[in-house]
Nanobody, 123 residues
């Protein structure tokens, strides 16, 4: 599975962005998908995840209520809708795919990673 994230950019605090991650391959619907982010000088943090069916989602406390993860298996795409953005949301955002994950918040559970897209939120 190859992943390509897009949709990042420079926005102001309070604005919205929608990230997309397109997957190649026919087995996209078999994978749980996750979004992670890495701020400058920091480690990679879990943001959100969605089950293969889309029925189950999970969010980091820092984005709960502001971000929404969704997927369209017919388009091999997972989305991250980000609202009410804050300067602390500034990071490179990565999408990842996990065939089986005991815990979706652990980046070691993911099998494939995209290259990331930069989100910069100015105050």
């Amino acid at each position: 599975v190859q992943l390509q994230a897009s949709g990042g950019g420079l926005v102001q605090a309070g604005d919205s962005l929608r990230l997309s991650c397109v997957a190649s391959g026919r087995t996209f619907s078999s994978y749980a998908m996750g979004w992670f982010r890495q701020a400058p000088g920091k480690g990679r943090d879990f943001v959100a995840a969605i089950s293969w069916s889309g029925e189950t989602t999970h969010y980091a406390d820092s984005v709960k209520g502001r971000f929404t993860v969704s997927r369209d298996n017919a388009k091999n795409t997972v989305y991250l809708q980000m609202n009410s953005l804050k300067p602390e949301d500034t990071a490179v955002y990565y999408c990842a795919a996990a065939y089986y994950a005991k815990t979706v918040v652990d980046d070691h559970e993911y099998d494939y990673w995209g290259l990331g897209t930069l989100v910069t939120v100015s105050s």
